[in-house]
């Protein structure tokens, strides 16, 4: 009996199709499918269908930690002239530069080392981008690399950011000892990220990164040695590996490069999690 019931259920305008007369068939959203049952052999018509209304794209909504550095300004830049919606954080707010860009960012201030003083910085953030690092003394450096962005990475996880990409450092072999805080800072923070974000955290590993950088009113012309300096060593990739010396052949790259890899990584979801290196940053940069 219920299997008849469930004929019934299933296959109503089967049954129906198999009569003699035109049938009419009602469909779930309440409108009707009619047959016409003297055409058995065509396709089944379909006099109306409701339009399937897809969801509009998600709207993209970019945090930049540390937006007014070297790095963070060029991240800043790229993702407004992509057109999207973009805050910063750091701890002196909005960068006194009479740039356009920075008209467009929203401003927080805030120290990533005093959680209360930044949390909704958070709220409704898609995807962030930290370039937040830093030197001093040993225990400065793994404040500000390591603690500092552990910090973001723990409560972007726990507000539901779907992608966070970390601008990380080269290994250089014997320096990695010298400033031993930088690196150990470094390295916990990529831990944290590749547990707390494992399908949406991206780590970019530049070593040396020349460009335009701004230090109080004065500009500093770093590709004036990086340019010729990256054009000549990315072509020595094979030299990276020899021991020792290996590091000195790590090219430099352009921020403008770093900048443009890390919004791509952070707002195309195809984008692949993981550590990109100085060559993999060098290749994606020379993508439009
Ligand atoms: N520049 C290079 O050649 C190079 C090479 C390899 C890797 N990297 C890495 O790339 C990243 C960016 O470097 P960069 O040269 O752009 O550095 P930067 O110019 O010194 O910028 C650092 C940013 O971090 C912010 N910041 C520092 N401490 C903070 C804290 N406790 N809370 C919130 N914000 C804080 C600073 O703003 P406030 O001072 O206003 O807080 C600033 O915006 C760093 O992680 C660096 O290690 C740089």
Redesign the pocket.
Known sequence: MSFVFGLLIFYPCSLLYSSLAPTKCLLSNGRLLSTDSSKIDEPLKVEEAETISSPPPPTEKLLV?????????HVCKEAVAKGISVS??????K?CVRESWADSVMWHQ?????PDS?KDAFNGVTAVI?????FGSNSQMY???GT??INAIRAAAEKGVKRFV?????DFGLVNYLLRG?YEG?KATEAELLSKFPYGGVIL??????GT?KVGSISLP?SIIGSPLETVLKHAKPLTGVPLVGPLFIP?VN?VA?ARVAVRAATDQVFPPGVVDVHGILRHGDQK
């Open positions: 930690l540390g937006g007014n550095g070297f790095v963070g300004s910063s954080l750091n701890r002196s707010g960068p805030g120290n990533l080392l005093l930044w930290s370039c937040v690092g830093g404040k500000i690399n500092a962005n970390y601008i990380s450092a080269a930088y470094k590993r530049p070593g040396f990164i020349h950088r770093l430099p921020v770093v």
